[in-house]
């Protein structure tokens, strides 16, 4: 039996066009292919140097998005406008202009010639890819009742291209599925997002004079470095995976634009983001935590000591977040202040990680790092080599300061596109590492004290300090006085 028409021109297209995006292929070390393309009458505002698209009306950038029976946008562009338009315009309204678009465009070809009518297919073919593609990638941009009146409508218009054997049909509903499974899944995450850990303020556990013998620490979890290392790999790989394009977009659309505030972003989608920073603050209070809480010097020095190799196991993994976590924990001043601990911990190792971590030169020292993990990603064979976890707050600062040195449109009222794909292309790095599937199994154990384990809040942890290495001048016994009356008085 032949095959049918609509069905080939559907898989013509698959072989011809780019498909929904891998991340990890999709955006060049640049933002150059983007020549610009034979759009015949169809808007020509947008400005182009060296063949890379700068700049544009949002109009004309609407209308290069859409595909016509002779046309399919690339890959970076789709991705690049589909992430930034967030910032000008909502995903639904944006819906109902593609859609408009596909309408005339459809209208055109059925009053033209029948060689443009037996192209209908073609173009059906082309919008679907289009539409899969969006569903794929920003399958949040759909969660309204808003945005799915408007796929709906651009899906029964399409449909009409092929009423004979109902191929682009079955093909919608495919992809309608799908993407409502999508948005189930994260939906899903949503409701068994973990509860935040609150910190431990009973004056049994704090105002100790003896460690517990029934109290665990993590050394009786675990006490080989790497293990730990690989285990905390798993946790910040599996939380990364739970962060999409459009989360990270709203460091840019939740900020005051140019836009008369129109488009600031859904407050409830940063909670991956603000799940993921929390999960930092807890790791590094967890390490705080288990260092002051040790009663006996020996034994806190043998803690300090552990979590130096832990950290230094994560740099060579590439997981620097939480290298960065620990060092923090570290860092913080009720683990700093132990001088008689210090005193006996072999810091040379530790020297070498605040170098890496070395705040000067923004960062110049972990800069270049991040740089030699993500080159070795590249070339790696294997998921072990392939893992780059950057340190969060600093790749969302980046993102923030870009936003902020450029504006959104430049003095001629078009949109400033290079701005766009310069942040598309951060976030396209960070995309790519977040697919990284984990080459480590996953030991519950030690997970689950990881998670769950009690953290001490920043005044119960300058009370286990002080309780370890009492006050060395007026102001720390006063301080240390103080803290103890009122965490007294609360209990």
Sequence with gaps: MAEPLCNAAVKKCKETMPQTPIFSTMLGSSCSGQVQPDMGDRC?????????????????????????????????????????????????????????????????????????????????????????????????????????????????????????????????????????????????????????????????????????????????????????????????????????PEDLMQIVSHMDSLDNHKCRGDVTKTYNLEAYDNWFNCLSMLVATEICRVVKKKQRTRMVEFFIDVARECFNIGNFNSMMAIISGMNLSPVARLKKTWSKVKTAKFDVLEHHMDPSSNFCNYRTALQGAAQRSQTANSNREKIVIPVFNLFIKDIYFLHKIHTNRLPNGQINFKKFWEISRQIHDFLTWKQVECPFEKDKKIQSYLLTAPIYSEEALFIASFESEGPENHMEKDSWKTLRTTLLNRA
């Design 44 to 244: 020509v505002d947008p400005v182009y140097q060296d063949g890379n698209l700068v700049s544009g009306s949002l109009e004309a950038l609407i209308e290069r998005l859409v595909p016509t029976m002779d046309y399919y946008p690339d890959r970076t562009y789709i991705f690049t406008f589909l992430l930034s338009s967030r910032v000008f315009i909502h995903p639904h309204e944006l819906l109902a202009k593609v859609g408009q678009i596909c309408i005339k465009q459809k209208q055109q070809l059925e009053m033209g010639t029948e060689a443009e009518k037996a192209k209908l297919k073609s173009f059906a073919a082309k919008i679907i890819q289009l539409l899969k593609e969006w569903t794929e990638t920003f399958p949040y941009d759909f969660q309204d009742e808003k945005s799915m009146k408007e796929l709906k409508e651009i899906a029964h218009r399409i449909t009409q291209c092929d009423e004979e054997n109902g191929t682009v049909k079955k093909i919608i509903s495919q992809m309608t599925q799908n993407l409502l499974m999508a948005l189930s899944a994260r939906s899903q995450y949503q409701e068994i997002r973990e509860k935040f850990r609150q910190p431990v303020t009973d004056k049994g556990t704090i105002l100790k004079t003896k460690p517990q013998s029934t109290q665990k620490d993590i050394l009786s979890v675990c006490c080989d470095p790497l293990i730990l290392a690989q285990q905390l790999t798993y946790i910040e790989l599996e939380r990364v995976s739970n962060i999409y």
